[in-house]
């Protein structure tokens, strides 16, 4: 038993047309605006606050979002470049001062691809930051000789 069925393309699109207005209805409905879908948020359950004010900044409080003043200024930003010494592997650097934040800034690798690293690490508001700086081995590094690896590093208090 063999079934044709024959459309002209006029009514073809017409279907096509239908069936799509009809999702689209269905789309629309489920996304009724207040109404939360299962599972989800409703839009300001998740939006921020709009806006803030000029010199705040948006947070989150735990419970909500809120717009805040900073309670902490920067008083000044400084800058510690700490460099393994020549043939030696390893470097140490205290940060001086009270620090609120350190972040490196710049590696000066040399090329060394294996064994590298730096790091900065420290307590907020303390004057116990440091920088460390390793490499492998000096035969790692085709750029020995150039230079010392090293790490600069920015702060603020």
């Known amino acids: ?26 789309f629309v409905y489920s996304l ?18 709009s806006p803030c004010a000029t010199g705040e900044f948006l947070s989150w409080t735990g419970s909500a979002w809120d717009c805040v ?18 043939g030696g592997t390893s470097a140490s650097c205290t940060i001086p001062g009270v620090k609120t934040f350190c ?3 710049q590696i000066n690798d040399l090329h060394c691809s ?22 492998g081995s000096t035969s790692n590094c085709p750029g020995f000789g150039g230079g010392q690896p090293s790490c600069q590093v920015r702060c603020i208090s």
Do not use: Q
Request: with cysteine.
């Open 1 to 26: 038993m063999k079934i044709e069925v024959s459309i002209e393309k006029r009514y073809a699109f017409l279907i096509v047309g239908a069936l799509l207005l009809i999702s689209g209805a269905i």
């Open 32 to 49: 009724t605006p207040g109404t939360a879908p299962n599972p989800g948020h409703t839009l300001d359950n998740v939006a921020p606050p």
């Open 69 to 86: 003043i900073p309670s902490a200024t920067v008083t000044s930003v400084g800058e510690l470049n700490c460099a393994v010494p020549s």
């Open 103 to 105: 972040a490196i800034t």
């Open 114 to 135: 294996t064994g590298f690293r730096c790091e900065v690490f420290g307590n907020p508001g303390t004057s116990t930051w440091y920088v460390n700086v390793e490499r």
